[in-house]
């Protein structure tokens, strides 16, 4: 069995990033030495600063992901979008949603 653990920064009702965690029950029971290993991480790339190799390797994937992706129904669309906009307020943050 995996548990989730989710940690969120929002600002607003814009998520600016998102970190999803898959623990085992055992990773479960080290929750505070896990996030500790996040925060050491994030700690490393603000010293390090964001690496070009890794932007256009997510860019490539982004590409494929673009370009392979399965076509949607015009309703199944809409709903979708409709559900993401009810938790918005922000018009600037509406011009930032996933299509």
Same mark, same amino acid.
């Given at each position: 069995?995996?548990?989730?653990? =989710?940690?969120?920064?929002?600002?607003?009702?814009?998520?600016?990033?998102?970190?999803?965690?898959?623990?085992?029950?055992?990773?479960?029971?080290?929750?505070?030495?896990?996030?500790?290993?996040? =925060?050491? =991480?994030?700690?490393m790339l603000r010293l390090i600063g964001p690496q070009e190799w890794v932007f256009?390797?997510?860019?490539?994937m982004a590409m494929m992901e673009f370009r392979f992706a399965e076509e949607e129904s015009a309703d199944n669309y809409v709903v979708r979008l409709a559900c993401m906009l009810s $938790?918005?307020?922000? $018009?600037?943050?509406i011009l930032c949603f996933e299509y």
């Open positions: 069995m995996i548990s989730h653990m =989710y940690l969120v920064l929002m600002i607003s009702t814009f998520c600016l990033s998102q970190i999803t965690v898959l623990l085992t029950p055992l990773g479960c029971g080290q929750v505070l030495d896990v996030v500790g290993l996040l =925060y050491q =991480y994030v700690k256009k390797e997510l860019q490539s $938790f918005t307020s922000s $018009f600037l943050a």
